[in-house]
């Protein structure tokens, strides 16, 4: 059977749900536009609750505020910028592993490739996203190395779309990742979670809070999790630690502070599953290579991570004006990897050639951001004005070494021991000792201005210099490579709020990111620069609980490294030439009827194209990253709330992913596909038992590839049952 056939239908018919999913509400406000605002009704309630409190009497799925977006306490339809919030409640509802997983559903972000290794294979509008953790970078690693957030550490996840280097500095223009973790300070909650599912998975997690003091000044939290699962498409094994402690002190209403702390150990043997076009996609005389099949080696493979956090957040308000922030964190992330991994076909048609790897890379990294904000008036206008300081500090220390390893049959896979010779000095290999210190000083403001309860206008800038300094001690002779740089980078954005709900917005936002490598002189590359056109219209029906959101945006990248054109007198050279041109549509809906019923729905159109170029990429698709050019999303879920099966539901979904190229000149396509989730649950009053499963259909694709040698398999079925007891 034709693969792309069940494609073909479901994309016929995904438009017309998704229109469904936007009108649904839209019918819904119509027919119950006298319901009472109950925000209107009890002004005096309203006005004693705090932006989280609002986002959560509002709805579980669809959340109002996203401080990540201004850093501060800003309501969604008053910024101008597209951001998704992934809620708690979604991410239990859909049953998330991992957080690109919990991402599934909205607009703008592709996740391709199973590796339990790394959260991040992922993209949004067209580029890499910026990593945080509680509005704090997170260290800045090879992908392989990423830090890893459980989802059950979660409270949400929020992406911000588009360049954010006015508030957070360097960073690439494509969007920001925000999550915010589960600390102390809140209610009580005791919770304790235990799963079990397809792979041998079991794991078992708790989240166990409450108060020190009987006053409630001082209270604690507890995140655990422990998780032991098989593999996929491997012989091994897999297991997780996460332990999340933090302590919260209140001494009044006006001052706060949560003292947090963060321990994750992965261990698991994996190598990147780097499969040839040729037998995957391709067709090949010796037929379809299996997705089961394993190209590392059961003796020589390993991958062992350890993580560690502490960091504190401190907020004083001097007056109904004056409030300041300090947030800190200091994180360490150190791996021990053994990698194989594929290159390519080997001559005889059926086998893959394989380099071996050694990786052992340690990055530490320290951030602190210090924020004044103040509310005032000048007349009619009323101002959020925050002016911050924030400095970052990462050093890193990468040694690695690769040689070509033994190949393997890919059909019939027999392993040949790696040999540790090939590591040796003078062997023929590719080490390097990479360490580099990095540092950022950032000084930027911010002022929201409203005027007439109808407009918003948003004035940001940022002022930052960076330094870094790297050496490789692999390289002989090798000297200290320096580095400084400095830009500006600025936003603005105008919001008109309409008295139906209605808010369109304009803005225009900057980003840069330095850059760590030279060029040909050994002089060092310049930062690369972003600008963003966007606009938007966002729509919240009052009395519903429901936002629509729809954003048309142009993203320019400058400075982009190309091949040097003298390849003569610079053979593997680049120059600062190139230029990427991101730009397309997205839309996002987020409802809930009071029958009970949720829906969720997105659909994303991208150009992503390289404007300028010395090579065969003119005009092309950048491939460094596997980019689909249409993303398409829809989710509901149902819950009883009468009768003897009060508390019974079930739900599901449906995510297309549009074909995406695999080859730098375009050549090579990789197909779309479309993957079913599902679930049945059973909340009880202090119970819930909920099965969930992930690619109900158990398709089989390929969900990226770099180059037709580097092609991967997307995640097969998986099934997970699990029981929360609350008390």
């Given at each position: ?33 006298d319901?009472?605002?109950?925000q ?15 986002q959560?009497?509002?709805s ?18 008053e ?87 006015v ?21 009580p ?29 001082w ?95 401190f ?68 101002h959020?004005?925050?002016?911050g ?71 940001s ?45 304009l ?155 695999g ?36 398709k ?19 099934a997970?049952?699990?029981?929360t007891?609350?008390?």
């Amino acid at each position: 059977m034709d693969p792309r056939r069940p494609t073909r239908m479901t994309i016929k018919r995904l438009p017309s749900v998704l229109l469904a999913t936007f009108l649904l509400p839209t019918l819904s406000y119509a027919t119950d536009n006298d319901t009472t605002d109950p925000q209107k009704a009890r002004p005096e309630q309203a006005a004693k609750l705090s932006a989280i409190d609002v986002q959560a009497a509002v709805s579980d799925m669809d959340a109002r505020t996203a401080e990540s977006a201004t850093k501060t306490r800003t309501p969604l339809i008053e910024t101008p910028q597209m951001v998704s919030v992934v809620t708690q409640e979604q991410i239990r509802m859909q049953g998330a592993q991992s957080v690109v997983q919990a991402l599934g559903y909205s607009a703008g972000v592709a996740g391709y490739g199973p590796n339990l290794r790394s959260d991040w294979y992922t993209v949004i509008r067209g580029f890499s996203p910026s990593l945080y953790l509680d509005g704090l970078q997170l260290p800045v690693t090879m992908n392989l190395a990423s830090w890893i957030v459980d989802p059950y550490q979660l409270e949400r996840v929020d992406v911000l779309h588009g360049p954010s280097s006015v508030l957070y500095g360097q960073g690439d223009p494509g969007g920001t990742v925000d999550m915010v973790s589960k600390v102390a300070g809140g209610p009580p909650v005791h919770e304790v979670q235990m799963q079990i599912g397809d792979r041998a998975r079991k794991q078992l997690a708790f989240d166990y809070g409450d108060y020190l003091s009987k006053d409630g000044q001082w209270s604690y939290r507890i995140v655990a999790v422990g998780r032991k699962q098989d593999i996929a498409n491997t012989p091994f094994g897999s297991s997780r630690v996460m332990v999340a402690p933090s302590i919260a002190w209140k001494p009044s209403a006006d001052t706060s502070l949560v003292v947090t702390a963060n321990y994750l150990r992965d261990r698991l043997n994996a190598s990147d599953s780097f499969l040839p076009a040729v037998g995957t996609i391709q067709p090949s005389p010796y037929g379809r290579i299996s997705p089961h099949t394993f190209i590392g080696d059961p003796d020589f493979t390993k991958y062992l991570k350890h993580e560690y956090a502490a960091g504190y957040r401190f907020e004083h308000r001097f007056d109904d004006a004056w409030t300041f922030r300090q947030n800190a964190r200091y994180s360490r992330t150190w791996l021990d990897n053994n990698m194989l991994y594929g290159i390519g076909m080997a001559e005889d048609g059926h086998s893959i050639d394989r380099y071996a790897g050694i990786a052992k890379p340690d990055y530490r990294r320290l951030t602190v951001d210090n924020q004044l904000e103040a509310r005032f008036n000048t007349g009619a206008f009323q101002h959020t004005v925050l002016m911050g300081v924030d400095y970052q500090s990462q050093r890193t220390s990468d040694p690695e070494n690769y040689a070509l390893g033994p190949a393997v049959d890919l059909y019939n896979p027999v392993y040949t021991p790696v040999d540790p010779a090939i590591f040796a000095p003078g062997a023929a290999n590719y080490p390097q000792d990479l360490q580099q210190r990095q540092k950022q000083l950032g000084v930027y403001a911010q002022d929201q201005i409203k005027y007439d309860d109808h407009w918003v206008l948003v004035l940001s800038g940022r002022q930052d210099w960076s330094r870094s300094e790297s050496i490789d001690y692999a390289v002989a002779n090798a000297s200290k490579a320096k580095q400084n740089d400095h830009a500006f980078t600025g936003r603005v954005g105008l919001v008109y709020l309409a008295d139906n709900g209605l808010a369109p917005y304009l803005s225009y936002s900057e980003s840069f990111n330095p850059q760590t490598v030279a060029n040909a002189y050994g002089a060092p590359f310049r930062p690369t620069t972003g600008t963003q056109y966007e606009a938007g219209l966002r729509f919240q029906p009052k009395g519903t609980q429901t936002t629509l959101t729809a954003a048309v945006f142009q993203i320019r990248q400058q400075n982009v490294t190309t091949p040097d054109p003298d390849q003569i007198n610079h053979p593997n050279g680049y120059v600062q030439t190139g230029e990427v041109r991101s730009r397309g549509v997205e839309l996002e809906a987020r409802t809930s009827f009071a029958n009970g019923i949720n829906m969720i729905g997105s659909y994303t159109y991208q150009d992503v194209r390289n404007t300028k170029a010395n090579d065969n990429t003119l005009n092309k698709w950048p491939v460094s990253i596997p980019i689909p050019r249409e993303l398409a999303s829809l989710w509901a879920d149902y819950t009883l709330s009468g009768g003897d099966l009060a508390g019974l539901g079930f739900g599901g979904g449906v995510r297309y992913v549009s074909s995406s190229f695999g080859a730098p000149d375009n050549s090579l396509r990789v197909p779309a596909y479309t993957l079913i989730d599902a679930t049945a649950f059973y909340q009880l009053p202090q119970w819930r038992l909920a099965l969930n499963l992930s690619n109900l259909a158990n398709k089989v694709y390929i969900a990226g590839c770099y180059d037709a040698t580097r092609c991967m398999y997307g995640s097969g079925r998986t099934a997970m049952l699990s029981a929360t007891y609350d008390w």
